[in-house]
């Protein structure tokens, strides 16, 4: 670390550059806990340095680079959303090509295009370090030369097991070669192409490299429009990854115990080969040899029943893992059954939801239109109040024409007899002349005081119109921001809940995965476990044989040390009611042995049928998660036709609207226009 400190801190100052408080942090052995008392930090703590969101110029690359490339502290580089670009990915690659620890290295969301991607290839082809590599949120894709240079290095490196390349925007020829690259990869176990676009040929060369690829487990194609029966056959291409490095990994250990259990043993014979030959080296100790070796055949025969039992002790084992097991799949597929039915019901609430949010809009619709036809019916009244007042008036101007020239044709007439009589109706003339002066004054006032009225009550109505247009446009505009935040709204709760139904359709897949890897497990195991009772029950029939070699060389020896005869003959009696003993028992287990056995064989077969329900199982949640999928694409589809109607209706909304606006203003220009010119 003080290597890493004084390199780092030199290239700054030589950069001219003030050294990066979040580096300075990840190098102090000491730390603040909740309390603010200094506590030292952990080993695993001191061993990754993480910059995430530290917008790292290019000098500051330069100098982390320098400090990075002979560095032996740090295992885990976090450099996510760093604002690196190519020019800092070139930095930070070439410095990496002489690192040897730094195991995991995250460059998400560092806009990383062509010549970036082309460094990290050759960084990789060099570089014998690195296991993990996330490059999410990049733009590796849009150039093939950036994703062909990161294919070539996965031809050659030898290291990597986990390559992450969501949302890079590669394309059907990027995941070609990529492909292409990986034929000849023999580490890469988990290739993270999730949001890209690798389409029918991109998902056709994955399902071809998996015939010569045989290490990659996990390839998520998520967001790739690859179709169902490509996807279906690189699950199974995977999924015989899977089963076959549990397998090595399983064969591996057993052939690590069998080799410990192999020495274990010979170093055992070795040792009762060597206590044999220091019993026979003299004759004079021939009955205390004999004695020592028939307590070592009844130890041997001890420790075949000791063996027996831990037998029947594994049987009783597998036995109780085997219920274990049943107990999980049953609470596995209630979780699952009741994940699928919490589902249903979030899909019909949706659903409820988006019905309201419709009910809603078409209720406002239906207020705003009879609002407007309301404000429509009082424009024709007043329009109508209007032409009747004009109507009025005509008439009125039309009867004073009338009396006018009524007046003059009674003047006119009775001229001749107003002058005969003049005298004498004179002053009754002139009354009536000043009453009729009087009323014509008396209704030309009126009248002018009834179109004053008329007008005011005009000027009030159109101010009325006014306000109501005005107040309709603005209930319009508040309608429209409110029908248009419903819809965000409703979208991004239809986006979110479409993410968590994918993430828990990822989770019920993972959960499936794990069980039929653990199944598989299981069944290997039972089957090696059968394989060492067979092992177990050889061993026992050689050590029989073994014991009837000993025996007969006891004999043997005894015919030849009849001297001995008495004390001899009474321990070879004894030995002998042993051995009969000893076979007796091993006809017992060998008869228990063979009932294991058939046991054993009828548990494998209850096993095989237990496997195919499961698969079938299996089988039928498959066959609901694509039934939901299919569901939710469904109601997508009809949510997005019914935004495009919805949107439709809006926009006649708005024509009607501007064409109603449009009309009444001409009206009112017709009405000026005709005022004037009265």
Same mark, same amino acid.
């Given at each position: 670390m003080d290597v890493f400190k004084t390199t780092y801190l030199a290239r700054c100052a030589d950069l001219g550059i003030d050294p990066l408080r979040a580096v300075s942090e990840a190098l102090k052995p000491w730390s603040k806990d909740a309390t603010g008392s200094?506590?030292?930090r952990d080993k695993s703590s001191i061993q990754k340095l993480d910059l995430t969101s530290q917008s790292l110029s290019v000098k500051a690359c330069t100098a982390l680079g320098a400090a990075l490339a002979d560095d032996v502290v740090f295992t885990h580089v976090t450099l996510a959303d760093a604002f690196l670009g190519d020019d800092g990915c070139i930095l930070i690659a070439g410095a990496l090509k002489t690192n040897t620890t730094i195991t995991h290295l995250d460059l998400r969301g560092n806009s990383i295009r062509a010549d970036g991607a082309t460094a990290l290839g050759q960084m990789l082809k060099v570089n014998s370090a690195l296991k993990s590599l996330?490059?999410?949120w990049n733009c590796i894709g849009i150039w093939e030369i950036g994703i062909r240079a990161i294919a070539d290095?996965?031809?050659?490196?030898?290291?990597?097991?986990?390559?992450?390349?969501?949302?890079?925007?590669?394309?059907? =020829?990027?995941?070609?070669?990529?492909?292409?690259g990986m034929k000849h990869n023999t580490t890469l176990r988990r290739l993270d192409l999730r949001w890209n676009n690798a389409g029918l040929i991109g998902g056709r060369a994955l399902v071809d490299l998996m015939k010569w690829n045989m290490v990659l487990e996990d390839i998520p194609l998520t967001g790739n429009e690859v179709p169902e029966d490509l996807s279906s056959a690189l699950f199974t291409s995977l999924e015989r990854n899977r089963s076959r490095h549990i397998q090595e990994q399983n064969t591996r250990m057993q052939s690590n115990h069998?080799?410990?259990? @192999? %020495?274990?043993i010979t170093q055992t014979h070795h040792e009762a080969l060597q206590t044999l030959s220091?019993?026979?080296?003299?004759?004079?100790?021939?009955?205390?040899?004999? %004695? =020592?070796?028939?307590?070592?055949?009844?130890?041997? @025969?001890? $420790?075949?029943?000791?063996?027996?039992?831990? @037998?029947?002790?594994?049987?009783?084992?597998?036995?109780?893992?085997? +219920? $274990?097991?049943?107990?999980?799949?049953?609470r596995e597929r209630t979780d699952?059954?009741?994940? @699928?039915?919490?589902?249903q019901g979030q899909l019909l609430t949706e659903r409820e939801k988006r019905m309201k949010l419709e009910d809603t809009f078409e209720k406002t619709?239906? =207020? +705003?239109? =009879?609002?407007?036809?309301?404000?429509?019916?009082?424009?024709?009244?007043? $329009?109508?109040?209007?032409?009747?007042? *004009?109507?009025? *008036?005509?008439?009125?101007?039309?009867d004073l024409d009338k009396a006018r020239e009524k007046e003059k044709s009674v003047n006119a007439l009775w001229e001749e007899k107003l002058q005969r009589t003049e005298t004498t109706h004179h002053n009754k003339l002139r009354a009536l002349q000043e009453a009729k002066d009087n009323?014509?004054?008396?209704?030309?006032? *009126?009248?002018e005081e009834k179109v004053r009225t008329l007008a005011h009550e005009k000027a009030l109505i159109e101010e009325e119109l006014d306000a109501q247009k005005a107040k309709a446009l603005a209930d319009k505009r508040h309608w429209m921001d409110k029908v248009a935040e419903a819809e965000s709204r409703s979208r991004k709760e239809e986006e979110s809940r479409r993410r968590e139904l994918e993430s828990q359709l990822d989770a019920i897949t993972r959960q499936r995965d794990g069980l039929q890897s653990e199944l598989a497990s299981q069944i290997h195991t039972h089957a090696q476990h059968l394989k060492g009772h067979e092992t177990e029950s050889k061993r026992a029939q050689d050590q029989r044989l073994a014991l009837h070699e000993q025996l007969s060389d006891l004999k043997a020896q005894l015919v030849h040390a009849q001297s001995d005869a008495a004390q001899i003959r009474a321990r070879l009696d004894e030995t002998r009611k042993e051995a009969r003993t000893t076979e007796e028992k091993r006809a017992s287990l060998e008869s228990d042995l063979s009932r294991v056995r058939d046991e054993l064989v009828r548990e494998r077969e209850g096993r095989k049928v237990d496997l195919e329900r499961l698969q079938a199982t299996i089988s039928a949640m498959d066959a609901t998660i694509a039934k939901l999928k299919a569901t939710i694409q469904r109601k997508n589809e009809e949510l997005e036709e019914r935004d495009e109607e919805n949107e439709l209706k809006m926009k006649e909304l708005q024509l009607s609207i501007n064409a109603l606006m449009a009309q009444r203003t001409r009206k009112h220009h017709s009405r000026v226009t005709t005022d004037l010119a009265q």
């Amino acid at each position: 670390m003080d290597v890493f400190k004084t390199t780092y801190l030199a290239r700054c100052a030589d950069l001219g550059i003030d050294p990066l408080r979040a580096v300075s942090e990840a190098l102090k052995p000491w730390s603040k806990d909740a309390t603010g008392s200094p506590s030292r930090r952990d080993k695993s703590s001191i061993q990754k340095l993480d910059l995430t969101s530290q917008s790292l110029s290019v000098k500051a690359c330069t100098a982390l680079g320098a400090a990075l490339a002979d560095d032996v502290v740090f295992t885990h580089v976090t450099l996510a959303d760093a604002f690196l670009g190519d020019d800092g990915c070139i930095l930070i690659a070439g410095a990496l090509k002489t690192n040897t620890t730094i195991t995991h290295l995250d460059l998400r969301g560092n806009s990383i295009r062509a010549d970036g991607a082309t460094a990290l290839g050759q960084m990789l082809k060099v570089n014998s370090a690195l296991k993990s590599l996330t490059l999410e949120w990049n733009c590796i894709g849009i150039w093939e030369i950036g994703i062909r240079a990161i294919a070539d290095a996965l031809s050659i490196n030898q290291t990597l097991e986990e390559l992450d390349l969501r949302n890079n925007k590669i394309g059907p =020829q990027g995941v070609q070669a990529l492909a292409a690259g990986m034929k000849h990869n023999t580490t890469l176990r988990r290739l993270d192409l999730r949001w890209n676009n690798a389409g029918l040929i991109g998902g056709r060369a994955l399902v071809d490299l998996m015939k010569w690829n045989m290490v990659l487990e996990d390839i998520p194609l998520t967001g790739n429009e690859v179709p169902e029966d490509l996807s279906s056959a690189l699950f199974t291409s995977l999924e015989r990854n899977r089963s076959r490095h549990i397998q090595e990994q399983n064969t591996r250990m057993q052939s690590n115990h069998y080799s410990q259990t @192999i %020495q274990t043993i010979t170093q055992t014979h070795h040792e009762a080969l060597q206590t044999l030959s220091s019993k026979l080296a003299s004759t004079d100790s021939h009955a205390q040899s004999l %004695q =020592q070796r028939l307590a070592s055949a009844s130890r041997e @025969i001890s $420790e075949s029943q000791d063996a027996y039992r831990m @037998i029947e002790a594994k049987y009783e084992r597998m036995a109780k893992e085997k +219920e $274990e097991m049943e107990e999980i799949l049953t609470r596995e597929r209630t979780d699952s059954r009741r994940l @699928i039915s919490e589902l249903q019901g979030q899909l019909l609430t949706e659903r409820e939801k988006r019905m309201k949010l419709e009910d809603t809009f078409e209720k406002t619709r239906g =207020q +705003e239109t =009879q609002k407007a036809l309301e404000l429509e019916a009082s424009l024709r009244e007043a $329009e109508l109040r209007v032409e009747v007042l *004009k109507r009025d *008036k005509t008439m009125l101007l039309e009867d004073l024409d009338k009396a006018r020239e009524k007046e003059k044709s009674v003047n006119a007439l009775w001229e001749e007899k107003l002058q005969r009589t003049e005298t004498t109706h004179h002053n009754k003339l002139r009354a009536l002349q000043e009453a009729k002066d009087n009323e014509i004054a008396e209704k030309a006032r *009126k009248h002018e005081e009834k179109v004053r009225t008329l007008a005011h009550e005009k000027a009030l109505i159109e101010e009325e119109l006014d306000a109501q247009k005005a107040k309709a446009l603005a209930d319009k505009r508040h309608w429209m921001d409110k029908v248009a935040e419903a819809e965000s709204r409703s979208r991004k709760e239809e986006e979110s809940r479409r993410r968590e139904l994918e993430s828990q359709l990822d989770a019920i897949t993972r959960q499936r995965d794990g069980l039929q890897s653990e199944l598989a497990s299981q069944i290997h195991t039972h089957a090696q476990h059968l394989k060492g009772h067979e092992t177990e029950s050889k061993r026992a029939q050689d050590q029989r044989l073994a014991l009837h070699e000993q025996l007969s060389d006891l004999k043997a020896q005894l015919v030849h040390a009849q001297s001995d005869a008495a004390q001899i003959r009474a321990r070879l009696d004894e030995t002998r009611k042993e051995a009969r003993t000893t076979e007796e028992k091993r006809a017992s287990l060998e008869s228990d042995l063979s009932r294991v056995r058939d046991e054993l064989v009828r548990e494998r077969e209850g096993r095989k049928v237990d496997l195919e329900r499961l698969q079938a199982t299996i089988s039928a949640m498959d066959a609901t998660i694509a039934k939901l999928k299919a569901t939710i694409q469904r109601k997508n589809e009809e949510l997005e036709e019914r935004d495009e109607e919805n949107e439709l209706k809006m926009k006649e909304l708005q024509l009607s609207i501007n064409a109603l606006m449009a009309q009444r203003t001409r009206k009112h220009h017709s009405r000026v226009t005709t005022d004037l010119a009265q």
